[in-house]
């Protein structure tokens, strides 16, 4: 499944972060990066939790594209 981040809603408040600091990462910048796009089986939950407390619902889990 595809994870995207819509830049112009993030706020870089790192509430994703701290639940999958492996996949979600503030620079220097405090610009959000993903360290992977294709989201494996093992961190779907991980991931699902963090689109569902983002404040700013600037995360995008495309449920539809199929497992890897
Ligand atoms: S939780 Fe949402 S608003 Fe906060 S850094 Fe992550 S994507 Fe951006």
Known sequence: MKLSIDTDRCEANA???????????LDDQD???????????DRLDDVREAV????RAALVLDESSPDQ
């Open 15 to 25: 509430v994703c972060v701290g639940i999958a600091p492996d996949i979600f990462e």
């Open 31 to 41: 610009v959000l990066h993903l360290t992977l796009v294709d989201v494996p089986a």
């Open 52 to 55: 569902a407390q983002c404040p």
